[in-house]
């Protein structure tokens, strides 16, 4: 059976690539593409709603998905914790299921979750993310979340070491680890966490050379939500990597672009068109 989708945002960068991907992928066919101009009522004949847009908007389209009974997957930034808690209430009144994933590069959740893994034998941890200039959040939604699953892997053992944090240049602090960002030309996406123990220095590194390593992912999260169930926040849940801050709490989500100040939550920033 074909499923039919809507792509929501789907004149931007990260909707333009997904759009090409469902049309490619047997199984799947697009039925709708909404952009800013285009009502919410647009999507209503689709079976799986796919909402790339801005961190505004990407509440209202969900929302509006999942009142209608649609399953959703959600590639948007904005969505905290508390949002998904809301979310999760809403889900479990209807038929719907949603899959949000704050990264879809499969190489960027694997270094994730060995960072995850090599925090439990480190207590001084800190995080270099890179974006092209144009990201307009920071830190980077991974980064957030990577600290976040590193703090979640050591549990019991308390923050990690932070010196000078009363200083500006030392970056911000979440969940006690440090994350500095860069914004800068010729960047796609770059992130570096780095482990001080005595004597030695790890670096687990990632490096996003084009969009295209999207793409393996997309298709993952593109066959899991078409039959989910509930709310299920990453790839690496659909991967199965056994993340303990997955597993106890999914409080990763998309950095909130909008936000004033910091707030611990994560994912990726796929910037496109925001629908009304």
Do not use: C
Request: charged letters at 20%.
């Amino acid at each position: 059976m074909t499923t039919r989708v809507a792509v929501v945002g789907a004149t931007g960068k990260m909707g333009t690539l997904i759009r090409e991907l469902v049309e490619q992928t047997d199984g799947f066919e697009v039925v709708a593409t909404l952009d800013s101009s285009s009502p919410l009522t647009d999507m209503d004949d689709a079976d799986l709603v796919v909402d790339v847009t801005s961190p505004a908007v990407s509440p209202q389209v969900v929302q509006h998905a999942v009142e209608r009974g649609l399953k959703v997957l959600v590639g948007s930034s904005g969505w905290s914790s508390s949002r998904i808690t809301s979310l999760e209430a809403q889900v479990a009144q209807s038929t719907s299921g949603v899959v949000i994933v704050p990264n879809f590069s499969l190489g960027s959740v694997l270094a994730t979750a060995f960072a995850a893994m090599a925090g439990r034998f480190y207590d001084s941890i800190e995080i270099i993310e890179a974006h092209r200039s144009s990201k307009v959040d920071s830190p980077s939604g991974t980064a957030v979340r990577t600290a976040e699953l590193i703090q979640a892997a050591r549990a019991g053992q308390g923050p990690v070491e932070a010196p000078h944090t009363d200083q500006r240049a030392r970056g911000q602090q979440v969940s006690s680890i440090t994350i500095h960002s860069l914004r800068m030309r010729g960047v796609v996406a770059k992130q570096d966490v780095v482990f001080g123990g005595t004597g030695e220095l790890l670096t687990i590194s990632h490096d996003t050379l084009d969009p295209s390593a999207y793409e393996r992912g997309i298709v993952i999260a593109l066959e899991a939500a078409r039959s989910a169930v509930g709310v299920t926040v990453g790839l690496d849940r659909l991967l199965d990597l056994d993340l303990s801050a997955s597993r106890s709490a999914d409080a990763a989500a998309p950095v909130d672009d909008t936000a004033p100040g910091p707030e611990n939550t994560s994912g990726q920033a796929a910037q496109a068109a925001t629908p009304r």
